[in-house]
């Protein structure tokens, strides 16, 4: 073989080997199922190189096979020209370099892009080779197991959209990024931390007459909704009544009449997810909550779900307080400082 074709054949192996190193690093570093989703949003370059990513390790035994053939190749062709020894030496030296290194750098950067180009290149390749590569790569599925999708922690999840948010090529938000966070501790918290305490919760008699001065109590209050009761120191609860349902009411009458009838319970303990599924449910936007002997301690709504969800406070043109806790948390405060200075006199 003459000294040009030498080289253009061993130049064209060392090409081959650089497809190899950089596609088995390149190809199989992509999550299959992280493919598949941008698949099914409509990448190009994905569509082209799921089908070959699903594969799994008869893709990765056919890129070895391939690697291993094209580097005896070059071994063996060196080998016409310099000592077996020296012809080692030499393949060690342009396959670590030009078949390894650069590849393997490039590729996992680009791989998705490059991959994509040479999907044909890579069909014809995983047939040709799939009398050996198909059952190898069976058996390993069976000894090792099928590629699972990749399980990320709360935790985990927010700091990947926090390496999104400072990328230049990413479109998320800092507001997004927050109710993300938000969105994904909510159903950790409990009722009783975010819900309106009982001592801040305003309720209305069923047998209370509607007018001009109910109204503009109610309106006085900050409050929206209210339990409506027919028996207050059992604290029967018996409906709802809306306060806009009252804005723009002719007829008098009285409370029961107004209120809708619709009561439901949550228990204090119960966590955020779950309430956000009861108002969900019932399509219902306020829930008393009770405690484990079944007493009432408070009211939660579904804005104080939203809250937490977004991270935001959500304030009605009824509202008055920002944080009905907050207030109840300092009343508690100040009776229990006036009940020192009396037990002192």
């Known amino acids: 073989m003459g000294t040009f074709f030498l080289f253009l054949a061993i130049t064209f192996l060392l090409a081959c080997s650089a497809m190899f ?31 070959i990513r699903a594969l799994g390790h008869q893709l990765m035994v056919t890129l ?36 390894e290194i650069l590849p393997m750098a490039y590729l996992r950067k680009y791989g998705l892009e490059i991959s994509a ?3 044909p290149v890579l069909k014809y390749l995983v047939l040709a080779l799939s009398p050996v590569a198909k059952p190898l790569g069976k058996a390993l599925d069976r000894w ?16 990947i959209f926090e390496e999104h948010k400072v990328s230049p090529e990413s479109d998320i938000e800092d507001d997004e990024v927050q109710i993300v966070r938000h969105a994904l501790s909510f159903g950790d918290k409990q009722v009783r931390e975010v819900m309106t305490p009982r001592r801040m919760v305003v309720s209305v008699s069923s047998e209370d007459d509607v007018g001009p001065i109910l109204i503009n109590e109610l309106h ?21 009544l809306y306060l806009h349902d009252l804005i723009g009411l002719k007829a008098s009458g009285k409370v029961k009449a107004a209120m809708r009838s619709a009561v439901y319970y949550v228990h204090e303990e119960e966590s955020l997810d779950h309430a956000l ?4 449910k019932t399509n219902h936007h ?25 991270g935001k406070q959500i304030q009605d043109e009824f509202d008055q307080h920002a944080d009905l806790r907050a207030v109840a948390k300092s009343l508690a405060e100040k009776e229990a400082q006036k009940r020192e200075l009396t037990d002192k006199k």
């Open 286 to 310: 306020l829930l008393i909550v009770v405690n484990t002997f079944e007493e009432f301690v408070g009211v939660i709504s579904i804005e104080d779900v939203i809250e937490q969800v977004i």
């Open 21 to 51: 190193s950089g596609l088995t690093i390149g190809i199989l570093s992509l999550n299959h199922f992280e493919l598949k989703r941008k698949a099914q949003l409509g990448n190009k370059a994905a569509k082209m190189v799921y089908p």
């Open 117 to 119: 180009k040479l999907a």
């Open 220 to 240: 006085d209050s900050g409050h929206s909704r209210f339990p409506v009761y027919n028996d207050k120191k059992a604290q029967n609860f018996i409906g709802t």
């Open 277 to 280: 599924k009861v108002f969900l």
């Open 64 to 99: 070895l096979i391939g690697n291993v053939i094209v580097n005896a190749g070059i071994t063996a062709l060196l080998d016409l020209r310099v000592n077996g020894l020296f012809a080692v030496i030499l393949t060690t030296i342009l396959v670590v370099m030009f078949g």
């Open 144 to 159: 090792l197991g099928e590629e699972g999708p990749t399980v990320y922690s709360k935790e985990e999840l927010y700091k």
